[in-house]
């Protein structure tokens, strides 16, 4: 909902779903999965996660 409200229309929200899962759900650790969201087609939405993720200097902890 709260990315509706700020005017993400329907595929940026689907790619930033998709992404979250890759990173969180598919059993792959950090790298690998950075390394196949790097390789499908995104937006500069999800190039920020993926540049938040590569520049973290202490690491991003695993959602539960």
Same mark, same amino acid.
């Given at each position: 909902v709260g990315l509706r409200? *700020?005017?993400f229309?329907?595929?940026?929200?689907a790619a930033i779903k998709s992404s979250y899962k890759t990173l969180f759900k598919s059993?792959? *650790?950090t790298s690998k999965a950075l390394e196949q969201i790097k390789g499908?087609?995104?937006g500069s939405e999800?190039?920020?996660i993926?540049?938040?993720f590569e520049q973290s200097?202490?690491?991003v902890?695993?959602?539960r």
């Open positions: 409200r *700020n005017g229309d329907a595929r940026q929200r059993g792959l *650790n499908e087609e995104h999800v190039a920020s993926i540049d938040f200097q202490r690491g902890t695993a959602h």
